[in-house]
């Protein structure tokens, strides 16, 4: 009798056999939707911090997206010995100036055209660094005074790979005065030191430059000496170097002049793409940022009883002809939720905490060909639809670097023609 | 004893063969038969209760001799072939079926308990590509595994009214439940879509049998419309780039109830000689009247045609091969499921023969079917099956009271 009891299934079943699919999908229906309003808008963040960023960013260039973009870069140098005798010697009279140079070497970064030449103009700061009392920064809208006379000049062909370094030669009768502070000993501290030289802004002649170039703060001001006359001599140098790289910031701007976002109105407002030739515009260092609006997706909730967004594609399409070798398309766009006013919340999350970003993709085909950026905002939208508040919340792309580069993409709304942007929506009722 | 049996029952009732169409509704439809019937193409509402219980028809319960008691267990061994147009693939599956007891309780009445399977619903479903609906030719996969089923306890009472005609009624309670975990992976999502469902319900059944003369009895069984009142309880998770969220975390909610329709069966038992015996039974449900197509599946009136014969030798003799009852039969079911709008039907062909263990009732039916359900076409599956059931009936007298008396 207990045998009977038992049942079993001495075959596995693999599942292939299947009747009344369309059974299966009338009972929980999936369905596409690409239908939702994406609304695309342009916001000018208010300023960014650009002090303690660890680069010289010099240059400016014509964008014929985005105007005039030119950035100055303002540091103060310093030494911890301020005796020019190096040696045992203690004599230092015998000392000679001979020249002094500014040592800008090269970090990784460039920006648009580097086949020609760029013309750099250094000019003595003639204001102490007094950053802002509340978080102690300088900003990219930041400036200090500075004498109007050239200290030193350069025009070259930047060449951040394969270069290390440029020379440019400082004046000699600064360097001469320069040189005879510490001569003649009127220059013993840090502090005495600052008084005399606040510091020194670089910036590029904008009539000579197609590009914005980043140096590294192992830069140095040199001065060149020698004890003895003639070549015979023994030849000496010091070095200022950038030793805090808070007092070191570049002041990037841009005219916009025009060009289509001309109007781009400062922060707490936006200017919407159907303003700006269906286009949203995103560049970093000026602080111009893409936001993305979807106003109607609490609409999806009428869809059924019970109902989910299991996924859903933000595809952003990058401008046709609006990037290229000399203006590369950054492989992620960096995503922030934010509320009515622009202000950030939170950078988009999954549930883990984990950061997402919105991904350069490109199709399997040989021409390599940009399908856009995509990004997944199936649990945004999900949430977005269940509110029960009237607030809505909307997303902020930004490049992934922020301050100290002034790489941009300029995005296709859903408007566009030719650089559609698309959300593709996957719902399920249940 | 009993309760041990019922136990058991309760956990094992629930595992019957698996089928692909078991999807639709409270799942295939079990059909538990008792005594010699699955060898009788499954015709029985003329038959009598004289050496089985007869399930068929509870106002034969009046047949059971006096003082008798009758146990029944049954169990089935089922091949099945499934084939489509694109594979064949057997399964083998064995069963416990069904478990009763009866007797009288005066000279005019009868009573029965007994518990079988009503429902299997056993399916798996494993990478069906299913378009998403207004997309541009995409296409989402679907996983589903379903189990369970529904139980059905039978409280028959039989009452004869005089020796040509009897009346019985049964209250059929109906209680079990389904889980159905599904698994969709949608564009880069995979949603889980667990749920549970618990059905109860209780159904009347009134039934009657009349002898028109010692050789020809005459069956009606009619079982209501009923409601058999669902309620679910379901988890539905999302797991996508962003992460794994709960969209319902054990959510207990009302759910369609299903409807039974009515049934109606009628049948007729003719013997000649008492040696041969002809039996025939024709049932239709009303599935149309119960308007639950949309949610369940497509279901249609159903007719059910079965014809057995059987002969016996002997009632009483010293010879053991004289009393073997040896039978035959067929059954035509046009079924009440309507797939890509073609019926379900299911064909067999029955032989067995029941062995007597003692000289009251006791006696081993054992019976083979061979049947056919379903077609092959694009969209559907046919299902050969080979069916072995062995059913054993016990007798026992109890109280004698009679001599005491």
Not at chain 1, 214 to 243: E, W
Not at chain 2, 104 to 129: D, E, H, N, Q
């Given at each position: 009798m207990g045998?009977?009891?038992?049942s079993c299934?001495?075959?596995?079943?693999?599942?292939?056999?299947?009747v009344?699919?369309?059974y299966?999908?009338?009972?929980n229906k999936?369905?596409?939707?690409?239908?939702?309003?994406?609304d695309?808008?342009?916001?000018?963040?208010?300023?960014?911090v650009t002090?303690n960023?660890?680069?010289?960013?010099?240059?400016?260039?014509d964008?014929?997206?985005?105007g005039?973009v030119?950035?100055d870069?303002?540091?103060?140098?310093?030494t911890?010995?301020?005796?020019?005798?190096?040696s045992?010697d203690?004599e230092?009279?015998?000392y000679?100036?001979?020249?002094i140079?500014?040592?800008?070497?090269?970090?990784d970064?460039?920006?648009a055209?580097?086949?020609?030449?760029?013309t750099?103009?250094i000019?003595r700061?003639?204001q102490?660094?007094?950053?802002?009392k509340?978080d102690?920064?300088?900003y990219?809208?930041?400036s200090?005074?500075?004498?109007s006379?050239?200290?030193?000049t350069?025009?070259?062909?930047?060449?951040?790979?394969?270069?290390d370094s440029?020379?440019?030669?400082?004046?000699?009768?600064f360097g001469l005065?320069f040189?005879n502070?510490f001569k003649?000993n009127?220059i013993?501290s840090?502090?005495?030191?600052?008084?005399?030289?606040k510091g020194?802004?670089?910036?590029?002649e904008?009539g000579?430059s197609?590009s914005v170039?980043?140096f590294?703060?192992?830069s140095?001001?040199?001065l060149y000496?020698?004890?003895?006359k003639?070549?015979?001599g023994?030849?000496?140098?010091m070095d200022?170097?950038i030793s805090?790289?808070?007092?070191?910031f570049n002041?990037?701007?841009?005219d916009?002049a025009?060009?289509?976002?001309q109007?781009?109105?400062l922060?707490?407002a936006?200017l919407s793409s159907?303003?700006?030739?269906?286009?949203?515009?995103i560049?970093s260092?000026?602080?111009?940022v893409?936001?993305?609006?979807?106003?109607n997706?609490?609409?999806?909730?009428?869809?059924?009883?019970?109902?989910?967004?299991?996924?859903?594609?933000l595809?952003?399409k990058?401008?046709?002809?609006s990037?290229s070798?000399m203006?590369?398309?950054?492989?992620?766009?960096n995503v922030?939720v934010?509320?009515k006013?622009?202000r950030?919340k939170t950078?988009?999350t999954n549930?883990?905490?984990?950061?997402m970003?919105?991904t350069?993709?490109?199709?399997?085909?040989e021409?390599?060909?940009i399908v856009?950026?995509?990004?997944?905002?199936?649990a945004?939208l999900?949430k977005e639809m269940?509110k029960?508040s009237?607030?809505?919340?909307?997303?902020?792309?930004t490049?992934?670097?922020?301050s100290k580069?002034?790489d941009?993409?300029?995005?296709?709304?859903?408007?566009?023609k030719?650089?559609?942007?698309?959300?593709q929506?996957?719902y399920?009722?249940? | 004893?009993?309760?041990?049996f019922?136990t058991?029952?309760?956990s094992?009732?629930q595992s019957?063969?698996?089928?692909?169409y078991?999807?639709?509704?409270l799942?295939?439809?079990?059909?538990?038969?008792?005594?010699l019937?699955?060898?009788l193409?499954?015709?029985?509402?003329?038959?009598?209760?004289?050496?089985?219980i007869?399930?068929?028809?509870?106002a034969?319960?009046v047949?059971?001799?006096?003082n008798?008691?009758?146990?029944e267990?049954?169990?089935?061994g089922?091949q099945?072939?499934f084939?489509?147009?694109q594979?064949?693939?057997?399964?083998n599956?064995f069963?416990?079926?069904?478990?009763a007891f009866a007797?009288p309780?005066?000279?005019k009445?009868?009573?029965s308990?007994?518990?079988?399977?009503?429902s299997s619903?056993?399916?798996?479903?494993?990478?069906?590509?299913?378009p998403?609906?207004d997309?541009?030719?995409?296409y989402?996969?679907?996983?589903?595994?379903?189990?369970?089923g529904l139980n059905?306890?039978?409280?028959?009472?039989a009452?004869?009214v005089?020796?040509?005609?009897?009346?019985g009624l049964?209250?059929?309670?109906?209680?079990?439940?389904t889980?159905?975990?599904r698994?969709y992976?949608?564009?880069?999502s995979?949603?889980?879509i667990?749920k549970?469902v618990?059905y109860?319900g209780i159904?009347?059944?009134?039934?009657t049998?009349f002898k028109?003369?010692?050789s020809?009895t005459f069956?009606?069984n009619?079982?209501?419309p009923?409601?058999v009142?669902?309620s679910?309880?379901?988890?539905?998770?999302?797991?996508?780039?962003?992460?794994?969220?709960d969209?319902?975390d054990e959510?207990?909610?009302n759910?369609?109830?299903?409807y039974?329709?009515?049934?109606?069966?009628?049948g007729f038992?003719?013997?000649?000689k008492?040696?041969l015996n002809i039996t025939f039974?024709y049932?239709k449900?009303?599935?149309?009247?119960?308007?639950?197509s949309?949610?369940?599946?497509t279901?249609a009136?159903?007719?059910?045609f079965?014809?057995g014969?059987s002969?016996?030798?002997?009632k009483?003799?010293r010879n053991?091969?004289?009393?073997?009852?040896y039978?035959t039969?067929?059954?035509?079911?046009t079924g009440?499921?309507e797939?890509d709008n073609?019926?379900?039907?299911?064909?067999?062909f029955?032989?067995?023969?029941?062995l007597?263990?003692d000289?009251?009732s006791?006696?081993?039916?054992?019976s083979?079917?061979?049947?056919?359900k379903?077609?092959?076409t694009?969209?559907?599956?046919?299902?050969n099956y080979?069916k072995?059931?062995l059913?054993l009936?016990?007798?026992?007298?109890w109280?004698?009271?009679?001599?005491?008396?």
């Amino acid at each position: 009798m207990g045998l009977l009891i038992v049942s079993c299934d001495s075959d596995t079943d693999a599942g292939e056999f299947v009747v009344g699919a369309d059974y299966l999908a009338i009972k929980n229906k999936v369905i596409e939707i690409d239908t939702v309003t994406i609304d695309v808008s342009n916001i000018k963040l208010d300023s960014l911090v650009t002090s303690n960023q660890s680069r010289i960013l010099v240059g400016n260039y014509d964008d014929p997206l985005f105007g005039k973009v030119k950035s100055d870069s303002y540091f103060q140098v310093a030494t911890t010995s301020f005796n020019l005798n190096l040696s045992s010697d203690t004599e230092s009279t015998g000392y000679v100036f001979d020249s002094i140079a500014m040592i800008l070497r090269y970090d990784d970064y460039y920006f648009a055209d580097t086949t020609k030449v760029q013309t750099l103009n250094i000019r003595r700061i003639t204001q102490n660094f007094k950053p802002n009392k509340d978080d102690k920064s300088f900003y990219n809208s930041s400036s200090l005074t500075y004498d109007s006379p050239i200290l030193g000049t350069i025009s070259y062909k930047p060449k951040p790979i394969g270069r290390d370094s440029i020379n440019i030669k400082v004046s000699n009768e600064f360097g001469l005065e320069f040189f005879n502070k510490f001569k003649n000993n009127e220059i013993t501290s840090y502090d005495d030191f600052t008084d005399y030289l606040k510091g020194f802004v670089i910036s590029s002649e904008s009539g000579n430059s197609n590009s914005v170039i980043g140096f590294n703060l192992s830069s140095v001001l040199r001065l060149y000496y020698s004890k003895g006359k003639g070549d015979a001599g023994n030849k000496y140098h010091m070095d200022f170097a950038i030793s805090d790289a808070t007092k070191q910031f570049n002041a990037i701007s841009s005219d916009r002049a025009g060009t289509l976002i001309q109007d781009l109105p400062l922060a707490k407002a936006n200017l919407s793409s159907s303003l700006t030739g269906n286009k949203g515009f995103i560049q970093s260092g000026t602080g111009i940022v893409c936001r993305v609006d979807f106003p109607n997706v609490k609409q999806l909730k009428y869809l059924s009883e019970k109902g989910a967004i299991v996924d859903a594609k933000l595809i952003m399409k990058p401008v046709k002809d609006s990037y290229s070798k000399m203006f590369p398309l950054p492989e992620s766009l960096n995503v922030y939720v934010v509320d009515k006013l622009n202000r950030i919340k939170t950078t988009l999350t999954n549930s883990s905490g984990g950061t997402m970003v919105a991904t350069l993709t490109k199709g399997n085909d040989e021409f390599d060909e940009i399908v856009g950026y995509q990004l997944s905002v199936g649990a945004f939208l999900q949430k977005e639809m269940l509110k029960l508040s009237d607030s809505k919340s909307g997303l902020i792309f930004t490049l992934p670097i922020l301050s100290k580069v002034v790489d941009r993409v300029a995005l296709g709304d859903q408007y566009s023609k030719e650089s559609q942007m698309k959300l593709q929506i996957y719902y399920i009722s249940y | 004893m009993v309760l041990v049996f019922f136990t058991s029952f309760f956990s094992h009732s629930q595992s019957i063969s698996t089928s692909p169409y078991s999807l639709y509704g409270l799942g295939s439809l079990y059909e538990a038969n008792f005594g010699l019937i699955p060898s009788l193409g499954t015709a029985g509402v003329a038959l009598s209760s004289e050496n089985f219980i007869n399930n068929k028809n509870a106002a034969s319960l009046v047949d059971i001799p006096e003082n008798n008691f009758f146990f029944e267990v049954g169990g089935k061994g089922i091949q099945t072939s499934f084939e489509n147009s694109q594979r064949v693939e057997n399964r083998n599956n064995f069963q416990f079926s069904h478990f009763a007891f009866a007797f009288p309780i005066t000279k005019k009445s009868a009573v029965s308990v007994a518990m079988m399977p009503y429902s299997s619903s056993s399916f798996k479903i494993s990478g069906l590509k299913i378009p998403i609906i207004d997309s541009s030719n995409e296409y989402y996969y679907l996983d589903v595994l379903g189990t369970g089923g529904l139980n059905n306890l039978d409280f028959s009472y039989a009452y004869k009214v005089s020796n040509k005609l009897s009346f019985g009624l049964t209250g059929s309670v109906l209680f079990g439940n389904t889980t159905d975990n599904r698994t969709y992976e949608i564009n880069n999502s995979v949603t889980t879509i667990d749920k549970k469902v618990s059905y109860s319900g209780i159904r009347p059944i009134l039934s009657t049998q009349f002898k028109a003369d010692p050789s020809l009895t005459f069956g009606l069984n009619v079982k209501s419309p009923s409601r058999v009142n669902a309620s679910k309880i379901q988890s539905v998770t999302v797991t996508n780039t962003s992460g794994t969220y709960d969209l319902e975390d054990e959510v207990k909610s009302n759910t369609d109830d299903f409807y039974l329709p009515l049934e109606i069966g009628v049948g007729f038992n003719k013997s000649f000689k008492n040696k041969l015996n002809i039996t025939f039974d024709y049932e239709k449900d009303f599935w149309d009247a119960t308007n639950q197509s949309d949610l369940y599946g497509t279901f249609a009136n159903q007719e059910k045609f079965g014809l057995g014969f059987s002969y016996q030798k002997k009632k009483v003799s010293r010879n053991y091969f004289d009393r073997i009852k040896y039978a035959t039969g067929f059954n035509y079911d046009t079924g009440y499921l309507e797939v890509d709008n073609k019926k379900i039907e299911d064909k067999s062909f029955s032989v067995g023969l029941s062995l007597p263990l003692d000289q009251l009732s006791s006696s081993l039916f054992i019976s083979y079917s061979y049947g056919q359900k379903g077609q092959i076409t694009n969209s559907l599956v046919q299902e050969n099956y080979h069916k072995l059931t062995l059913n054993l009936n016990l007798d026992g007298i109890w109280f004698v009271r009679k001599k005491l008396d």
